[in-house]
């Protein structure tokens, strides 16, 4: 018995030395996870009872158990090795067959499906063409192909506009011409009505000249004047006769002051011209136009002018000048309450204006301008510009501000800007509370037609056709050009004009430059363009009894029955471990442990043969005995 007893424990000692040996052997295999042997001993019993002094018969492995616990985590240069911290396998298709792994040492085959270093596949679960995550779990595969464009179709801009910037824009009342005639302009007395309900009088004075109309309507608050006086009354023949006939003397008076002319080298209505232009008289301008003599006076002076000759002479003629009025919007009526001129007429008459109009081509027609970058559908770049003008507070201006929004794409204007900017209005908080009355603060570009840098269009979709109604947001797949540019998030407030953000869904075709993992297990393909996408999601696997799944070497285990199904799931969830990228998870092998553990497993191999030798010594005894 002593014989079998030994044998046992030579037998037991023996597994325990290649257990040890297995796990000093795997210490730096990635994903290994060392075992243990376990021992039992044996006791000879009945079939009702276990004896009264039962002797054991030695011992027996009952089970070689590995241990799961976390092995350390490394750093690689590879961006796809891959680690799980905590609970959770990778799931593997080895040709059909499903096996689990901690060894997240991948790379991309020639097809380019993520495998490890026996090809075995990674299974994960798949996107779609869009990069979205699926729950159809299939094996992980990195599309090489381009990534073909994406057409925008929303521009978010989140701005702020400085709400102290002053109006550029100005609009007046332009009111016409009007005359009067020798020797003046007659007496008039107006009164001038505000916005604000002030009213105030102004008065001209009998024969006034136009400049001294326009000094009078100058020196009222909103009133703007010009004036320009024109005589044509001499003809360039009966000029150059008076000049042939000799003895030829200018008369001429601006504003009454007479103006000294030099005709002593006068030959012929041409340098009459010249030398009335070089007189002393700054303000006048003479030429011959269309036969005529021109003197035209730029302050609206009253002009006298005639000449004396040896033979026909023309008596002194007296022309009265041009007024033209203009009034800002502060002004609400111009009403006369005496005299005879057309002033109010022309109030009556008067059309609007705009000066200092926008123009998108001089800064200062405009307060705020941002651009950024926008894709048509086949993936070509454009610039638009939003270029925002400032406007006076509508109403009486108590609790809401006003701006002009302006659109150009490649220096063209689009949705209809040019002639009708749309309206951006915020409420006493800076908050915006429409874009034309829309509360969302939705602008909808639907005539913008892409076109190559020549002005032809590049082929890309283009506006939708006549009738044809647009949703908004824009619906997939996009077949337009239309976009919508979104101001919800828009504010004005008394700080400097800022953009916190523009964000638009389009971009151009990109090629694959490089992976990334996130610790979600997401494998992310980033593009020559700029773009990231996901292409799948690793799946991990965990088992209600880790213990029973069968190691099947490649460091890889099969489930068992004693395992029980698998539990698949993204990692991070549950209590599935997360992972991390460009790691590896090494060996959870104590090899200081091993080594002792592999003295203990000599130590016992030699006692138990210790047992047989003696029990072979006690033997032969026996069989000595004569």
Request: proline fraction near 4%.
């Amino acid at each position: 018995m002593a014989f079998n007893t030994g044998l046992s424990g030579l037998r037991a000692s023996s597994v325990d030395l290649d257990v040890t040996g297995n796990n000093i052997a795997n210490a730096s295999t990635v994903g290994f996870k060392g075992s243990k042997a376990q021992f039992g001993d044996l006791y000879a019993s009945g079939f009702l009872s276990a004896g009264t002094n039962p002797i054991g018969d030695g011992v027996r492995v009952q089970d070689v158990k590995q241990s799961f616990s976390q092995g350390n985590i490394s750093f690689t240069d590879n961006g796809l090795d891959l680690a799980i911290n905590g609970d959770g396998f990778f799931v593997l298709n080895n040709g059909g067959e499903v096996r689990y792994s901690r060894a997240g040492q991948f790379g991309i085959d020639k097809d380019g499906y993520v495998t490890n270093n026996q090809n075995m596949r990674v299974q994960g679960f798949v996107a779609d063409d869009d990069g979205n995550l699926s729950g159809i779990r299939d094996d992980l595969q990195v599309e090489t192909d381009n990534l073909a464009p994406r057409r925008t179709t929303n521009l978010q801009s989140d701005l702020n506009l400085d709400s102290r910037e002053t109006v550029l824009e100005r609009r007046v009342a332009d009111m016409g011409d009007f005359t009067a005639t020798d020797p003046g302009f007659p007496a008039e007395t107006f009164e001038i009505t505000y916005e604000d309900g002030s009213v105030v009088s102004a008065s001209i004075s009998a024969d006034s000249s136009a400049a001294d109309v326009v000094d009078v309507l100058n020196s009222q608050d909103g009133l703007s004047a010009s004036a320009t006086t024109s005589y044509e009354g001499m003809t360039e023949g009966e000029l150059n006769t008076a000049i042939a006939a000799g003895n030829f003397n200018f008369d001429l008076a601006v504003g009454g002051v007479t103006v000294p002319v030099d005709t002593t080298g006068v030959t012929d209505a041409a340098s009459l011209a010249n030398a009335i232009n070089d007189a002393q008289a700054p303000t006048i301008s003479a030429s011959l136009t269309g036969g005529n003599l021109r003197l035209i006076d730029n302050r609206g002076n009253n002009l006298t002018a005639g000449y004396t000759s040896d033979g026909p002479d023309r008596a002194p003629e007296t022309t009265v000048g041009t007024v033209r009025p203009q009034a800002d919007r502060e002004i609400t009526d111009i009403a006369s309450t005496s005299g005879t001129t057309n002033l109010t007429d022309s109030w009556d008459t008067r059309t609007i204006e705009i000066t200092n109009q926008f123009n998108p081509l001089d800064q200062r027609t405009y307060n705020h301008a941002t651009s950024t970058t926008i894709y048509d559908s086949l993936g070509n770049s454009h610039e638009i510009t939003q270029f925002y003008v400032k406007q006076p507070s509508p109403g009486d201006g108590v609790g809401v501000s006003e701006w002009s929004v302006y659109l150009q794409i490649d220096g063209e204007f689009v949705a209809g800007t040019d002639s009708n900017p749309f309206q951006a209005r915020f409420d006493q908080d800076g908050e915006l509370q429409s874009v034309n009355g829309d509360p969302n603060g939705e602008i909808l570009v639907d005539d913008w037609i892409p076109k190559n840098a020549d002005g032809t269009p590049n082929g890309a979709d283009g506006p939708p056709a006549p009738g044809e109604t647009v949703t908004t947001p824009i619906p997939e797949p996009p077949t337009t050009s239309a976009f919508v540019l979104d101001l919800g998030n828009t504010t004005q407030f008394g700080s400097d004009f800022g953009v916190n953000d523009q964000r638009q869904n389009g971009f151009a075709t990109g090629r694959l430059s490089g992976l990334d993992v996130s610790d979600q297990g997401v494998l992310f393909a980033r593009y020559t363009n700029g773009q990231s996408q996901s292409l799948g999601q690793v799946a991990l696997a965990s088992f209600n009894n880790t213990n029973g799944l069968s190691p099947v070497g490649e460091t890889t285990w099969v489930e068992t029955f004693e395992s029980g199904q698998p539990i698949i799931g993204a990692p991070d969830t549950g209590t599935l471990g997360s992972i991390k990228a460009s790691s590896i998870e090494e060996s959870n092998v104590d090899l200081s442990a091993e080594l002792v553990n592999l003295i203990i497993a000599q130590r016992n191999y030699q006692a138990n043969a210790k047992t047989i030798e003696t029990s072979d010594a006690v033997t032969q005894t026996i069989i000595n005995l004569r």
